[in-house]
């Protein structure tokens, strides 16, 4: 008796009806997921930047206080889509001005609290209303109280995401929340901008 003959007669494969049923439901599958992945992966890299700034503008205010310096935090400007990336274009820059030398002569002006400012990206962006001063007592000096809204560079589609960071004078306190208005925003919003609009203030930043 031949059983390999048997063996690959009594084996069955899938017929075209079974692989079309397959091939659909894999399709159907992937269209919510892939979606669903992309907009999450979005919205994570703006609460990211959130949590990473908020915290950096914490850690200013120690290395005021920590050296009795003066620290000037301004906001760098980037047109829409015009940041590469390799981590290497920052969203501010923080001089500080110290009374003594905190680490070496060649960063007396700057020091190592630049290197931790957060990096940019092209996936996302940031409106800043003013720049500041941090005290040596940790104070903020400035205008108007900091208003910060971040946001999905894909707003107009999802995730419509908007976060906003507030930073109290002269108290400092810095708070994290949503912000209520986007009717302001543009299709190609710039990576970083410092901006003069009315509407970037504490009152829509919702806690």
Not at 66 to 79: A, Q
Request: net charge positive.
């Amino acid at each position: 008796m031949n059983f390999s003959n048997n063996k690959i007669q009594n084996c069955k494969g899938f017929s075209l009806l079974e692989l079309v049923v397959a091939l659909t439901i894999i399709s159907i599958t992937t269209s919510f997921v892939i979606p669903f992945s992309l907009s999450w992966l979005r919205k994570e890299k703006v609460n990211a930047y959130t949590r990473e700034l908020s915290e950096f503008f914490r850690l200013v205010r120690l290395e005021a206080r920590r050296w009795g310096s003066s620290c000037f935090i301004y906001t760098n400007s980037f047109g829409y889509e015009s940041v590469p990336n390799d981590k290497k274009y920052m969203g501010f820059v923080v001089n500080c001005k110290y009374t003594s030398t905190p680490y070496d002569g060649s960063k007396i002006n700057v020091g190592r609290i630049q290197e931790l400012v957060p990096a940019l990206n092209n996936s996302f962006f940031q409106v800043v209303n003013n720049n500041f001063q941090v005290t040596p007592n940790g104070r903020i000096s400035a205008s108007k109280p900091i208003v910060i809204v971040i946001g999905s560079k894909y707003h107009k589609t999802r995730p419509k995401i908007l976060n906003c960071i507030t930073i109290n004078i002269p108290t400092g306190r810095v708070k994290k929340g949503k912000f209520n208005t986007s009717s302001w925003l543009i299709d190609n919003m710039p990576v970083s901008q410092l901006s003069t609009n009315s509407i970037l203030t504490p009152e829509r930043c919702e806690i």
